[in-house]
């Protein structure tokens, strides 16, 4: 059974750091795009920013270019997402997703649990 575990998040001042983990579990070594998305009460998920396991080809929304990077750790099947420079609309609880992409497992997707980030100005 796939699995995902997220740690990480917690409360910060504005402008200081955080990061997100997210531990993925029940695929072994699988092709396979990891995502983070974010939310907030009262609006849809929203993505943040994504990694490919193969390619290590990244994407980020705009909204946090230049101050969130994500990275991973093929061997501990974990990705990780640096937030530097949090503004108090980053405040949200943070979703990490899988899309499995090989084999038997192609097109299985799970989420995170969450963590809540919260930012005060």
């Known amino acids: 059974q796939v699995q995902l575990v997220q740690s990480g998040g917690g409360s910060v001042q504005a402008g200081g750091s955080l990061r997100l983990s997210c531990v993925a579990f029940g695929f072994g070594n699988c092709n396979h795009d990891m995502t983070w998305y974010r939310q907030t009460p009262g609006k849809e998920r929203e993505f943040v920013s994504q990694?490919?396991?193969?390619?290590?080809?990244?994407k980020y929304a705009d909204f946090v270019k230049g101050r969130f990077t994500i990275s991973q750790d093929n061997a501990k099947n974990t990705v990780y997402l640096q937030m530097n420079s949090l503004k108090p609309e980053d405040s949200a609880m943070y979703y990490c997703?899988?899309?499995?992409?090989?084999?038997?497992?192609?097109?299985?997707?799970?989420w995170g649990q969450g963590t809540q980030v919260t930012v005060s100005s």
């Open positions: 997703k899988i899309d499995l992409k090989c084999g038997r497992f192609y097109g299985i997707s799970q």
């Open positions: 990694i490919n396991s193969n390619t290590g080809d990244s």
